[in-house]
């Protein structure tokens, strides 16, 4: 493009990223460095494409991987461009788009347009019920083989032709059921909104021809995170035009354990032989020392394309390199510097950030900072709404509220257990999807016919029976799908739950109660509390139970204070849960953080904990590895591993503090450790280590006193 067109271009850019902007001859990989300005260069394209060369806004897709890059970036698209020619932009996650796609093409791929998404948990549940085990270890690993066999866009067959261990081939059988049982319940899990639409696009050319000739240009984001499927989902909808622009990093590439793919940067140089590669070298965030280290680290790694990271914010302190006894003292040390820095930088808590390899290793670190009253947030950590006791309580009054939800009602109508079971729901599943209802809706269908035995019948009226009367109760008389029975279907007395037998011969269907009351009554009915006595010892059981009062009694006061209908506070939950989950939150307060989860974020000062061999390279589990193949698995593992340092190092703006154990507890017993590789990977030149003679020489109660003294200097 010539200088002309690109005049609007931001000015401050440098002339590599303008290059990106302004090129549009053809396909085009940015090889973008860590902190080199990449969301700026995708944005300012956007704006290019739609202010100066003609493209309209419904012709332009952006993508990339969560909702809150997805957010910023058409918030800054919005800056750049007048709101008029942003109208019918997409920016969104893939899965967003793989969403849009199956709603208007459900018919092609036999899903009823009202299908459901069914989360992780949701999915795992599923898992357990074919398996009938409890060890959550073996189904998770179960969920991950089934995951990245859909990632591979691998079918059941196919897996279990590729299973070469005992365990795989015993993912593959449950793969099988797993997706006979999603399409029974017409339901699709996380997966299946990239793998279906990138299925569908490969094999019926009517549809693929629809939808290329919507896009007309595409821009990814951290497409060295993409997958098998995800890459082959973008080549369809590209097509012959192939106008697209990908951003990545391959020295970032941290996620192949959940199927991401390196080599999907080396596949657009063999499948696009007029691939344009721009590559942002210059860094805006970190310290020429910082971008040094990270570069000797990475440089140990084979190179695709070979980049060098270089700053001009100046040199920067030296790296510290700290060994530790043991994890206490470094838990102690890392706090007492961070307190210390804050004083002597005036700086704020959320200036700092403690990154390491594994989640076990937050506890000790989480104990210390609480101890010393240090302010901190945790990546990772568990929503109060994604608690298995909160989802069970909040699945019954969202089927309350809609009862086309259909994990909603699975869930409901199996926890408590009430002789509703996999092969009842399965047989309610495909019944539904034959008439296109939901499955709330077909038990009053299946009723009338043969195609269950009687006693599952009377379970699945007695459930569905008892949310009508709590429907009537919480206001929605007039919008219940099925009329409510005057007597059992079946002319038989109800069956089933005697707890909820009880309850619907107690409740008053004509009366409309206020959503407390309806609470109330619905946990008396479920006998959830009993359900968890049953189900485990007392402690935890107590403590889930205190939970599930905490949400009622928020849910009551909140209905109280506002006024809501029970269908209003399910709207509400809804909308508070994903705020939750948002990280738009910026408290005054120290990060702990994954490697993984740190990725996209960046912090004056990191403190790198458990620079180790056996935690970073993390040592991974040898039944994982097949012995044929043993020496290029583990190679593959220390450059991902690799990259993850990488990430680590490249979070840190100002200073980098590492620090590693001598020794470390593991199973009732210490372990002696070994500095990582990738320490002197980092060349640093001299003497690197750098002693904590303080810490060293003090007992653990004089280094509180130590850093309790820092703390009241302020």
């Not at 396909?27 to 494409?49: D, E, N, W």
């Not at 209802?437 to 077909?442: D, E, N």
């Not at 059981?541 to 006061?557: F, M, P």
Request: aromatic content about 6%; charged content about 25%.
């Amino acid at each position: 493009m010539t200088a002309a067109r690109g005049s609007t271009v931001a000015s401050d850019m440098n002339s590599m990223q303008r290059e990106a902007v302004l090129y549009l001859d053809g396909p085009c990989l940015v090889l973008a460095g860590a902190g080199s300005g990449k969301t700026r260069v995708i944005t300012q394209k956007i704006a290019y494409l739609l202010r100066e060369c003609g493209y309209q806004a419904r012709q332009v897709v952006a993508l990339t991987f969560t909702n809150k890059a997805a957010r910023e970036m058409g918030e800054r698209v919005r800056q750049l461009v007048d709101t008029k020619m942003t109208k019918g932009l997409t920016v969104s996650t893939f899965h967003s788009l793989g969403l849009r796609f199956l709603r208007e093409e459900a018919r092609n791929v036999n899903l009823k347009p009202s299908f459901s998404i069914l989360d992780a948990n949701d999915g795992l549940a599923i898992i357990q019920e074919l398996l009938a085990t409890t060890d959550k270890a073996r189904l998770r690993a179960v969920q991950q083989n089934i995951s990245l066999w859909k990632n591979a866009l691998m079918e059941p067959d196919a897996a279990e032709r590729s299973a070469n261990s005992p365990s795989e081939a015993e993912a593959a059988k449950v793969y099988r059921s797993y997706s006979a049982t999603l399409a029974a319940y017409q339901s699709v899990d996380f997966d299946d909104l990239i793998r279906l639409p990138a299925m569908l696009l490969e094999t019926d050319e009517e549809v693929r021809l629809r939808w290329q000739a919507r896009v007309h240009y595409m821009l990814l984001d951290e497409y060295q995170d993409t997958n098998v499927c995800q890459y082959r989902l973008v080549r369809s909808l590209t097509g012959q035009r192939a106008m697209f622009t990908a951003v990545g990093d391959d020295d970032q590439a941290i996620y192949a354990w959940r199927g991401a793919t390196v080599e999907n940067l080396a596949n657009l140089t063999t499948d696009y032989p007029s691939l344009k590669v721009i590559k942002l070298e210059q860094n805006y965030r970190s310290v020429q020392r910082i971008l040094s280290a990270a570069n000797q680290v990475i440089s140990k790694n084979p190179n695709l394309f070979g980049k060098k990271l270089w700053s001009d914010l100046g040199v920067g302190e030296p790296i510290q390199v700290t060994p530790m006894d043991n994890e206490q003292a470094e838990a102690e040390s890392i706090a007492m510097r961070i307190s210390a820095a804050r004083f002597e930088k005036q700086a704020e808590w959320r200036d700092f950030a403690i990154l390491y390899r594994s989640n076990h290793q937050a506890r000790i670190l989480e104990q210390t900072l609480r101890t010393l009253r240090i302010p901190y947030t945790i990546s990772g950590g568990q929503s109060f709404f994604d608690k298995t006791e909160i989802r069970d309580i909040l699945a019954y009054i969202r089927l309350i509220a809609n009862d086309d939800d259909d994990p909603a009602f699975i869930r409901a109508a199996t926890t408590p257990r009430r002789g509703i079971g996999q092969t009842t729901l399965q047989a309610l599943g495909l019944f539904a999807a034959e008439r296109q209802m939901s499955l709330f809706a077909a038990v009053f269908e299946i009723m009338h016919t043969d195609r269950l035995p009687a006693r599952q019948l009377q379970s699945l009226e007695t459930f569905a029976r008892f949310i009508q009367q709590l429907q009537t109760r919480a206001g929605r008389k007039n919008m219940i799908s099925a009329p409510i029975a005057q007597a059992s279907l079946l002319d038989a007395p109800l069956q089933g739950d005697d707890a909820l037998i009880g309850a619907i011969a107690g409740l008053d269907g004509a009366r409309e109660d206020s959503s407390g009351l309806v609470i109330d009554d619905l946990l008396g009915a479920i006998q959830y509390e009993r359900h968890l006595y049953d189900l485990l010892e007392e402690r935890p059981a107590q403590s889930r139970w205190q939970n599930v009062l905490e949400l009622t009694g928020w849910l009551k006061r909140k209905a109280d204070e506002d006024g809501l209908t029970l269908v209003e506070l399910a709207q509400h939950v809804a909308l508070v849960t994903m705020l939750e989950r948002s990280d738009d939150d910026d408290p005054d307060a120290v990060k702990l953080s994954t490697l993984h989860a740190s990725k996209g974020l960046e912090y004056p000062h990191v403190y790198l904990a458990g620079v180790e061999e056996g935690l970073l390279p993390h040592q991974g589990r040898d039944e994982d590895v097949n012995p044929e193949t043993a020496a290029d698995e583990l190679a593959q593992r220390i450059q991902e591993e690799r990259r993850l340092m990488y990430v680590g190092i490249t979070r840190a703006r100002r200073t980098l503090h590492l620090s590693w154990c001598k020794k470390r507890r593991r199973a009732r017993e210490d372990v002696m450790r070994e500095p990582s590789r990738f320490i002197e990977e980092m060349g640093l030149g001299g003497p690197v280590v750098t002693e904590d003679p303080k810490a060293k020489a003090m007992s653990p109660k004089e280094r509180l006193g130590m850093l309790k003294a820092l703390l009241t200097k302020e």
